[in-house]
């Protein structure tokens, strides 16, 4: 016997799918988490697994691994404290930023204050010009006081961020040999050698958010890491990328912020795969763990990609799968400010304590409880029996800020619902608008611990086509650790004209990109050449950002200027509606992206319906501020073609299913919930 192992690590759940490479057959099973402890999520999972399937942590021949644990960290903002070392007279990098406001449209937004505050940013004497000559090489004197005041200020890193690092990183480099000799135990962070690319801020924000996670993530791999050995696990172990595909663990440890977005991502490529397969081929994805909302555009089950994907209040600019993350998870805590407004998040509960209503000594009114005081979850158990929901608790959670807002618990749990939804349509609302999307020609994917419990309520609001709710939500994100491939990402900066005589120069530099990939390839212990995507950044004389253009190798190898040219014309008339075929063009980066394919699940058609479906109890639920008799259904006793009408719930072991009064569902082949507002 031999299988494949997914896991996601949420905020509150770590979920589980196992697929059997003898009969393909895919389980599943979610365990709370222990951001205290952890590690002992996977001991417990693989216990329950073998007590209940019979497999032995021998017997998996492949472990992949996806968790939240960066992209929470800078959502909480309880990462470590770290210092910031930058040239002299750039200290204020983190601090003017681009200049803009988070919202342009809203003269009372405010940028958020840096992840390092200023008192804990150094300059350093050094200098690099643009062309990669050092004018002047950091002095240790100067460095060596730097490094005094990091430590008395108890600060447990340092991220070195110098001007013009990505033409050369030789500064970068000899500030941190210096480091490591005088203060080893100080963790350093290079920015040329986490994402070398061009724009200070840019490369200063990401190297910055890097060294932020970077002593949480390290110590949850190697936690992760000694406890799958000690069971036995002897196959390869790989995490989760933000592009989408996944790394080995050695990897993960040196380049940890290509992982900030593992688990989110994990779910986008979870979702576009089962999209696909069950012929959707236009859906924005909702995964709702119990931390944050993250929403993402797959088109075709491919999923959009970029950089400068928002991480709670901070861009990040590495390759990622583009997804939009806000801190309204089934876990957020409800609160009133100051001036007496209710607020959702982005506290959350986690798993410890937990909500109210999970019985773990939570207090705190979130999400979860508020859906709980409304009667629409908890009828049965959740989380494969791991949690009994308390409606008693979800309601005394929510008592006190229901007496302070002068209303009843029920209202209040409504006006929690709909504040965190409307958080949701703000996030959403953006990401259509940059992609020039019609929300109401794709259907939302549902999945995480609660999306299908928020779905119906956010796609009413953006007036989408429906919602479909795969057979096992809970666990999507599991499954997309599955079905990633290997990948990575090598890039270049090139700022220079395209030109034949420009472009002829490039080839070294595809060469040797090349080269790198198929390296990297080779020490993932993969066998064959992989596939390879070649794309250039680049822009019209004088624009300040720039278009990702797809280009043929071919193109650089035989300078052909023209062609290359002619493709970024292309791509800025998709975009835009407009080229300038007249101008200038300049290539910024040289972007290759290396995948390696790994073997996908086929899905499993489910049994057609051959008897009426029966609810096994009738609820009062609450809508919309009313009361509803509302049925609830077991989701193991569906069948291909079984339909109902809102309200209703649909429990089962990995979630709960939300249908509002107004919405119609019908059960497809693959066993998905099609949920569509109802025609009157």
């Known amino acids: 016997m031999s299988y494949r192992v997914g896991v996601d690590v949420g905020g509150s759940f770590t979920d589980f799918a196992v697929l059997d490479e003898a009969t393909h057959r895919l389980s599943t099973l979610k365990v709370f988490s222990r951001p205290d402890a952890p590690g002992e999520e996977i001991l417990l999972a693989l216990e329950k697994l073998r007590a209940r399937d019979g497999i032995d942590p021998a017997d998996i021949a492949y472990f992949t691994h996806g968790t939240t644990v960066g992209v929470n960290t800078v959502i909480q903002r309880n990462g470590d404290d770290i210092a910031l070392f930058t040239t002299r007279n750039f200290e204020d990098v983190l601090d003017v930023a681009r200049l803009k406001i988070p919202q342009i449209h809203n003269l009372y937004s405010v940028r958020p204050k840096p992840l390092i505050s200023r008192e804990r940013v150094f300059g350093i004497r050094e200098r690099t010009l643009a062309t990669g000559e050092v004018a002047e090489a950091p002095d240790e004197v100067d460095v060596a006081m730097a490094v005094r005041n990091v430590i008395e200020r108890g600060c447990s890193g340092i991220v070195l961020a110098f001007l013009h690092s990505y033409r050369n990183p030789a500064n970068e480099r000899a500030v941190k040999a210096m ?31 890097s060294g932020y996670v970077q002593p949480r993530v390290s110590n949850y791999l190697n936690r992760f ?14 995490i989760t990328k933000s592009n989408g ?66 991480i ?5 600019h590495i390759p990622s799968v583009s997804v939009s993350s806000v801190g309204q998870g089934g876990g957020s805590v409800a609160w009133l400010d100051g001036l007496g407004t209710l607020h959702v998040g982005p506290e959350s509960a986690g798993s410890t304590p937990g909500p109210a209503c999970y019985g773990r000594g939570g207090k705190k009114p979130t999400i979860t409880d508020a859906m709980a005081a409304a009667n629409l979850i908890g009828h049965m158990p959740l989380g494969y029996g791991a949690v009994t929901v308390d409606h008693a608790a979800a309601r005394a959670a929510l008592k006190p800020l229901a ?64 919602v479909v709710v795969p057979p096992a939500p809970g666990v999507v994100s599991a499954l997309g650790g599955l079905v990633a491939d290997l990948k990575n990402d090598f890039i270049r900066t090139i700022y220079g004209d395209v030109t034949p005589d420009d472009i002829a120069a490039l080839v070294p530099v595809l060469d040797g990109l090349e080269a790198d990939a198929r390296a990297w390839l080779h020490a993932q212990a993969w066998q064959g050449e992989g596939r390879m995507r070649l794309t250039a950044d680049m822009r019209y004389l004088g624009q300040s950002f720039e278009i990702e253009t797809e280009i043929d190798p071919s193109w650089l190898r035989e300078a052909d200027a023209e062609a290359i040219v002619s493709a970024f014309h292309r791509e800025h008339e998709r975009l835009y509606g407009h080229a300038d075929e ?19 699940p086929e899905l499993v058609e489910i049994s057609p319906a051959d008897t009426p479906l029966e609810p096994a109890m009738t609820v009062e639920g609450w809508f919309d501020g009313r009361s ?12 291909a073609g079984h339909r109902l009408y809102g309200p209703a719930i649909i429990a089962q072991d990995d979630t709960t299913t939300v249908v509002p009064p107004g919405f119609d569902l019908v059960v497809d082949r693959f066993g998905n919930l099609i949920i569509t507002k109802a025609e009157f």
């Open 179 to 209: 480091i490591e000799r005088m203060a080893p135990q100080l963790n350093v962070i290079s920015s040329a050698e986490t994402w070398p690319v061009i724009r200070e801020y840019e490369r200063t924000i990401t190297a910055v958010i």
């Open 225 to 238: 890491e000694t406890v799958l050995r000690g069971q036995g696990i002897a196959g390869p172990l790989t």
């Open 245 to 310: 595909g996944v790394m080995g663990i050695e990897q993960a440890h040196r380049e940890c912020v290509q992982m900030i977005l593992s688990g989110t991502a994990s779910g986008v490529i979870g979702a576009g795969h089962l999209a696909r397969a069950s012929g959707f081929d236009r859906i924005l994805s909702l995964d709702i763990g119990g931390t944050s909302a993250d929403v993402a555009v797959i088109i075709d089950g491919q999923a959009q990609y970029g950089v400068g994907e928002l």
């Open 312 to 316: 709670g209040d901070f861009q990040i």
């Open 403 to 466: 007496e302070a807002l002068g209303t009843h618990v029920e209202t209040l749990a409504g006006n929690i619902v709909d504040i965190s939804v409307s958080g949701m349509y703000a996030e959403v609302s953006a990401l259509v608008s940059r992609y020039a999307i019609d929300p109401r020609e794709f259907h939302l994917f549902a999945f995480g611990g609660a999306g299908a419990m928020l779905a119906c309520f956010l796609a009413r609001e953006l007036d989408m086509k429906g």
């Open 582 to 600: 007249n101008a200038a063009v300049q290539m910024i980066n040289l972007r290759l992206v290396i995948t390696g394919e790994t073997r996908k």
């Open 628 to 639: 509803w008799a509302t049925p609830v259904y077991r989701r193991d006793r569906f069948g």
